[in-house]
């Protein structure tokens, strides 16, 4: 893969940006002698410089990415409030410019208007596209609803402030309050930032080059595990590119994804709402479709099993017709439930058993004729 700096299309260098990007770990490095000397390494401060990166990525992965970027779900104000102030710290840019670019990201995902496209190169993807501004004459054009949004408005218009207050001053304070402003800065603003930093970049980098594939063979965003471990659950990448508007990453339970899981506590507390959870028929579909697509790629005949797939999908849509139907008499019998009614209810839910066991059936099917196809010899080209 290509290493290559330098995008498509020429633009003026972002000095500011290079500057903080190429500052910390330089500041690091030399300040290194002078943390060992006043032993800025002791276990208050590390744990502190842990919580804030913690506070640094769910910021970003509940916030900035899911809530303000892909309306996932709704968030109390509140909650909206103290994303966006503390969101500010990780340095990441204003969540308007974040929320922006990433959904141009998703939109031409691999193209040459990506804003981040692993195709110009891996260092590109991962940092060397801020190092550069905007094309001029070409100006991104706001979305609507994040123009209108007073919170995200004012977090933008303040936020050099508040990132230089929530990134630098309130760990240095706490440093202050625990023995050393300094340890504070080297270790709980500097080293911190560095990491929290790096480790977003990383999904659009390395997420778009090692991993797997399971639910789209479309784009080049991949699962990868390690990466959901240091990013509280965005290394499902391959899956969030197949369905973004989910509130889950991880759409398994045992999927390594806290931020779907503060997403849902926020929700069972009052503070979000209308949590958006792709149907998992639409789920086991796309792994179907994809499984079959790398075994054509291997020149293996796929006819029979895009039919028993096909046949799968006609149940999966009979099924979402029943449950739709028996939320509706549910909603209308609240009042009062006669018996036409209870039977009616009875009725539904017995053919939607029948419905779910005629799919699990063809899934079985299918998955034993996938077995077949996969033994047979591959053609060769």
Request: hydrophobic share 45%; aromatic share 12%.
């Amino acid at each position: 893969m290509s290493l290559s700096l330098e995008p498509q299309v020429k633009r003026d260098i972002n000095w500011i940006t290079i500057a903080y990007l190429l500052g910390l770990p330089l500041s690091a490095f030399f300040l290194f002698s002078k943390a060992q000397a006043e032993h800025v390494f002791f276990w208050p401060i590390i744990v502190y410089a842990i919580i804030h990166y913690s506070i640094d990525c769910l910021c970003i992965t509940v916030g900035y990415h899911r809530f303000i970027s892909h309306k996932a779900f709704e968030a109390h104000p509140a909650v909206k409030a103290l994303i966006l102030f503390a969101g500010a710290g990780a340095f990441q840019n204003s969540a308007l410019v974040w929320a922006r670019d990433h959904r141009v990201h998703h939109r031409e995902v691999d193209t040459d208007d990506d804003p981040y496209s692993i195709n110009k190169g891996f260092w590109y993807a991962h940092f060397f596209w801020m190092f550069h501004k905007d094309p001029k004459g070409i100006e991104k054009k706001i979305p609507p609803d994040l123009k209108k949004d007073a919170l995200i408005q004012l977090q933008h218009r303040f936020y050099l402030p508040l990132a230089i207050l929530v990134g630098f001053l309130i760990p240095m304070f706490a440093g202050y309050l625990m023995g050393s402003a300094f340890a504070g800065l080297y270790v709980g603003a500097i080293l911190r930032l560095i990491s929290s930093g790096h480790c977003t970049f990383m999904i659009n980098s390395v997420a778009h080059v090692l991993g797997t594939r399971p639910y789209s063979v479309n784009n080049t965003a991949r699962d990868n595990w390690f990466l959901s471990i240091l990013t509280f659950g965005e290394g499902y990448h391959n899956y969030h590119h197949r369905f973004q508007a989910d509130y889950r990453n991880g759409p398994v339970w045992y999927a390594w994804d806290p931020s779907k899981w503060i997403i849902f506590g926020l929700s069972r507390l009052g503070l979000a709402h209308g949590l958006i959870r792709v149907d998992e028929e639409k789920i086991r579909l796309a792994r179907m479709e994809v499984a079959e697509q790398k075994l054509e790629q291997k020149g293996l005949d796929i006819a029979t099993l895009v039919k028993k797939r096909m046949e799968v999908l006609q149940i999966a849509e009979r099924i979402q017709a029943l449950r739709e139907d028996l939320e509706k008499m549910k909603a209308e019998g609240k009042a009062k439930i006669d018996r036409s009614e209870r039977a009616l209810i009875y009725s539904c839910k017995r053919k939607l058993k029948e419905m779910k066991r005629a799919r699990n059936n063809a899934v079985k099917q299918w998955k034993e004729q996938r077995k077949l196809i996969q033994s047979l010899p591959c053609l060769q080209y």
